[in-house]
């Protein structure tokens, strides 16, 4: 993102440069600015000239860049290891429930809280919650980037309105909310952000789901991206319910495959800014990669464990609020510091081929093409495996 060309609005010159955080169109006062889909359905600011008065608002609000807004920052966050103490919400959660942990927390005190469900079948946005039924489904990690069109405008009423709000959600999307609001309206908002190994494309995702149905001739009435009823926390597969029969077989496997060879992952995440420990929100939450170092009894049952990073004061206020929901330890070694709290993903080599590609022949050839799918995906398979078993090696992790 930048300015210039003798103008004062937005202009994208590398898809690279922008998060698609939707701050610059909700800042726009004039509706010059509207969020319009790539190929792959992620999000980019579109100015129409004829409505822009070139008042620079878009560029300013912009925090997709080193200098994104952490005067609130402890000067190293305060670090915990830890679970909910109900195993149902554990097991319903996609680490160790800490996020039901303070939503339940801001709930209770009146307060509303913003995080990415669904919507039209399966389409990953965020959405507001007023009450447990409706914060359930913000539950669990959805590996698409979720669409916040209007979100940030909510948050800002409901803050003008003098309620507390909780908005979780990837970095990028709180970096882009805190410059939204603006420091007045800081002070009853509660920002929360993922450890973030980057977002894939919507497009995929949709046709993936279209794929699925096809061939059970049934259509998907339930997803959950990572099972790990089925399969464990530290596996990443995805499950379908079709009608009330649950399944979850190797052949559905393929789109996490996908997602970890991060061929389908915004052009902004090899990009990103916030892989560091230097957050833009109150509190990071994660899964606890390395929990084997740091303590060992921890996940005996592997059924997950969070880890919490409280970067700031009222973050810390209120992870202190939320203590006693859960069981928690501190972390005084730096054992918690995983891939992409020291650097951004790499995106796979031929990610803007696999992006051409998909474009012109569609969802099942590419994945065909690029080894997703048919007699070529037990082999990339094999590779993929022994790729992990050699990371879990180089991180002293069980190896399986
Ligand atoms: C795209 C993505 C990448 C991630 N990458 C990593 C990683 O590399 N390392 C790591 O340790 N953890 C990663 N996480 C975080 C991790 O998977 C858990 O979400 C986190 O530990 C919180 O777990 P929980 O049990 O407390 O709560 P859960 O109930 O499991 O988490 C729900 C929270 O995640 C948010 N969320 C879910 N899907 C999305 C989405 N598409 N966009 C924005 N927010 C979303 C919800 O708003 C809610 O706040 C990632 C999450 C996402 C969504
Ligand atoms: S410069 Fe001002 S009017 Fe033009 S698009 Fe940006 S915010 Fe809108
Ligand atoms: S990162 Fe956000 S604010 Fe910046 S150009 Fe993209 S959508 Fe607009
Ligand atoms: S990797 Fe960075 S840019 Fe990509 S979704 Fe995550 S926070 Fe946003």
Redesign the pocket.
């Known amino acids: 993102m930048t300015k210039g060309d003798g103008v004062n609005h937005i202009v994208i010159h590398s898809a690279a440069d922008c998060s698609g955080c939707t701050a610059c169109a909700g800042v726009c006062t004039h509706s010059a600015i509207r969020m319009e889909p790539d190929r792959l359905g992620f999000l980019y600011p579109k100015v129409d000239e004829s409505q822009c008065v070139d008042c620079g608002m878009c560029v300013k609000v912009c925090a997709f860049h080193p200098e994104y807004d952490t005067s609130l920052n402890l000067a190293t966050p305060v670090v915990y290891g830890g679970r909910h103490k109900d195993m149902r919400e554990?097991m319903?959660?996609?680490?160790?429930?800490?996020?039901?942990a303070i939503?339940d927390y801001v709930l209770n005190h009146g307060g509303v809280v913003?995080?990415?469900g669904f919507a039209d079948h399966f389409r990953?946005v965020?959405k507001r919650a007023t009450n447990k039924a409706e914060r359930d489904e913000?539950?669990?990690?959805?590996?698409?980037?979720?669409d916040l069109t209007g979100i940030f405008s909510e948050v800002k009423t409901d803050l003008q309105n003098g309620r507390q709000v909780l908005f979780?959600?990837?970095p990028c999307?709180t970096a882009g909310l805190n410059a939204f609001v603006g420091k007045k309206l800081r002070a009853n908002l509660l920002l929360?952000d993922?450890?973030?190994?980057?977002?894939?494309a919507p497009n995929v995702w949709r046709d993936y789901l279209e794929y699925v149905e096809k061939k059970e001739h049934e259509p998907v009435t339930g997803v959950n991206f990572?099972d790990k009823e089925l399969f464990g926390w530290d596996e990443h597969r995805e499950t379908f319910t079709f009608g009330d029969k649950r399944a979850g077989t190797e052949r559905k496997k393929s789109y996490a495959i996908q997602y970890y060879s991060n061929i389908l992952t915004r052009q902004s995440c090899s990009n990103c800014y916030f892989a560091n420990t230097n957050r833009p929100s109150d509190i990071t939450?994660?899964?606890?990669?390395g929990i084997e170092r740091v303590k060992p009894d921890a996940n005996k049952d592997n059924k997950?464990v969070?880890?919490v990073l409280c970067n700031t004061e009222k973050g810390r206020e209120l992870f202190d609020s939320v203590k006693a929901e859960m069981s928690i330890f501190p972390v005084l070694s730096n054992g918690y510091m995983?891939?992409?709290l020291r650097q951004p993903t790499d995106a796979h080599p031929h990610r803007n081929e696999f992006e051409e590609y998909y474009a012109r022949y569609g969802f099942v050839r590419a994945m065909r093409h690029y080894h997703f799918m048919g007699f070529r995906l037990a082999f990339t398979r094999w590779m993929i495996r022994q790729k992990s078993r050699a990371y879990r090696f180089r991180q002293g992790l069980r190896i399986k």
């Open positions: 554990v319903k959660s996609r680490s160790g429930a800490a996020f039901v939503s913003y995080g990415a990953v965020h913000l539950r669990g990690s959805k590996y698409v980037q979720s979780t959600g990837t999307q929360a993922v450890v973030c190994h980057g977002a894939p990572r939450l994660a899964d606890f990669w997950g969070s880890l995983q891939l992409n």
